[in-house]
């Protein structure tokens, strides 16, 4: 998270609107760590601001289910449930091969192109294992395909997912033995749906989100253990 917040994005934002921004993007990004405990002094002096737009930030993502107050403890960043994430990737899931169907149907030309680029430099950055800058590029990857089904209000419902889809996109992101399949999948969506093959687009789609599940619950129980397992040692020491 920036020490200070970004000047050219939320300079003319109120104060507590810019805070609430910088905040929840670190929860989204992961670079507040599930788990993760809110210090208000703490982010108050990282942001440059006092504690009262802290805490009516903290107050603000707590409604949005990203903060829990635990008592007696104080804010900490919310974990991702297993069943909040097969919630949010059960719609995705639906939405996703809707999107492919529709653009493998739609798509013009000049989309087919942006689409092949995209996949392109997916691929490219993937290598540079920049998470922020992989994310960015499967977030354009499906940008295109669902800008491609030519459908406003599929695309709105999509907007409103977006946030919450951001979160665990980057939590299969972390996992970087998966980046070559990511590629080959992106590959074969791009190619189902730039000849029109409804079906392989449908099926491609799906195996997609299916991976992707796979891949974050693997990390959430590979997180559980390492937490497990500073606790037993931690046990351990005390004896």
């Known amino acids: ?89 059960e719609v995705r899931r639906s939405l996703d091969v809707l999107c492919a169907v529709l653009a493998s149907q739609r798509i013009t030309p000049e989309e087919k192109v942006r689409l092949k680029q995209a996949c392109a430099s997916f691929e490219k950055v993937t290598k540079t294992g920049d998470q922020v800058e992989i994310a960015r590029a499967d977030v354009e990857f499906h940008d295109i395909i669902s800008e491609a089904t030519k459908n406003r209000r599929l695309i709105q419902i999509l907007g409103n997912l977006a946030d919450q889809i951001y979160r665990y996109r980057f939590e299969y992101i972390k996992d970087d033995l998966r980046y070559e399949q990511l590629v080959r999948e992106h590959y074969a969506i791009c190619r189902a749906i730039v000849e029109g093959d409804e079906s392989a687009a449908s099926q491609s789609a799906k195996i997609h989100i299916d991976h992707q599940e796979e891949s974050i619950l693997r990390q959430l129980h590979l997180t559980k253990q390492a937490g497990f397992f500073r606790k037993e040692v931690s046990l351990h020491g005390k004896e």
């Open 1 to 89: 998270m920036q020490d200070h917040l970004a000047p050219n994005e939320e300079q003319y934002l109120p104060l507590r609107e810019s805070v609430f921004n910088t905040l929840r993007k670190a929860i989204l990004t992961g670079e507040l760590k599930p788990g993760e405990r809110l210090m208000e002094i703490h982010l108050a002096n990282r942001l440059g601001v006092s504690r009262t737009p802290i805490r009516e930030a903290i107050r603000k993502l707590e409604l949005e289910g990203l903060v829990k107050i635990i008592p007696r403890s104080g804010a900490q960043v919310a974990q991702i449930s297993e069943k909040e994430l097969k919630d949010v990737l």
